[in-house]
């Protein structure tokens, strides 16, 4: 593909779907020779040149910035996937969009519930836990009877009494969910509430602020945890880390056991009666 022609194209056709009354213009009363916005009124609303906007559908060869694009994007009311696909025809990626604080969909939700018998839960990109299956809530805990600011897996792995010597390997887990942290912290640097949680954090734990301090940063896909249950014992678990397309900046957590050791001591634990919850 010709990504400067396509973008060029691209545009034009954008440009061309649009009514003037759909950017909030005035109706003209004169008719219009050709269909759509006047690249005019496109380069008044997104801030450019007339010149810029017949160059770019053109294709003159112009790299338009992030900040740009964005204004062309808003301007031609682009949905998320026609934004990225106009960020990925200049050679830009495109920005993290903002998200809602808080929210399982309910499909993911369901989607949890229905990966029983293996443990699942739904984290966001600040590590709040949304959703989670019975199986889950046995292995670890009772997320439901929480307080709501108190469902985060880093909180609770770092400062929940309950956690303190459920990781054989503690000072691995929590270094490798404080890289983690990190990786989220710079990917949404202007997350309010991500920036209060370190803070919380960084007040009420000397082990944290040592390891912050390490500035480690790794996104943690895949691996294993060596875990102490109080009622099962010492087993061991696969986790693995998806992130939904639809919902990127969440992700959605299963474990498997590692060996039929750990699958017997998960048995036991999740023969318990539990329910599948939402934060």
Not at 43 to 56: C, I, K, N, P, Q
Not at 135 to 163: K, T, Y
């Amino acid at each position: 593909m010709d990504t400067t022609r396509e973008m060029a194209a691209f545009l034009r056709a954008r440009r061309e779907r649009l009514a003037p009354a759909d950017v909030g213009l005035p109706a003209s009363e004169r008719p219009r020779r050709t269909p759509g916005l006047r690249r005019e009124e496109v380069a008044e609303l997104a801030g450019v040149s007339v010149d810029y906007v017949v160059r770019l559908e053109q294709g003159r060869g112009l790299r338009p910035s992030p900040s740009v694009l964005d204004a062309l994007a808003r301007v031609l009311r682009l949905s998320d996937d026609e934004r990225g696909y106009l960020f990925d025809l200049a050679g830009q990626r495109p920005a993290a969009r903002p998200v809602g604080a808080g929210r399982a969909a309910s499909s993911l939700a369901r989607l949890v519930e229905d990966l029983s018998p293996l443990p699942a839960m739904l984290l966001d990109h600040r590590f709040d836990i949304l959703a989670w299956n019975r199986e889950m809530a046995a292995l670890m805990l009772d997320f439901g009877e929480l307080p709501a600011d108190q469902r985060n897996s880093i909180w609770l792995c770092i400062v929940h009494p309950a956690m303190r010597d459920f990781y054989r390997d503690r000072e691995q887990v929590i270094r490798e969910g404080i890289a983690d942290l990190r990786a989220s912290c710079a990917a949404h640097p202007d997350d309010g509430a991500l920036a209060d949680l370190v803070a919380a954090l960084t007040s009420g734990s000397e082990e944290f602020v040592r390891l912050w301090a390490q500035r480690d940063v790794r996104v943690n896909g895949r691996g294993h945890k060596r875990l102490q249950h109080p009622k099962a014992g010492p087993l061991t678990v696969e986790f693995e880390v998806l992130a939904p397309l639809q919902d990127p900046h969440q992700r959605l957590v299963v474990y498997r056991a590692s060996d039929p050791a750990s699958q017997a001591a998960l048995d036991t634990i999740t023969r318990e009666p539990h329910t599948l919850q939402t934060a």
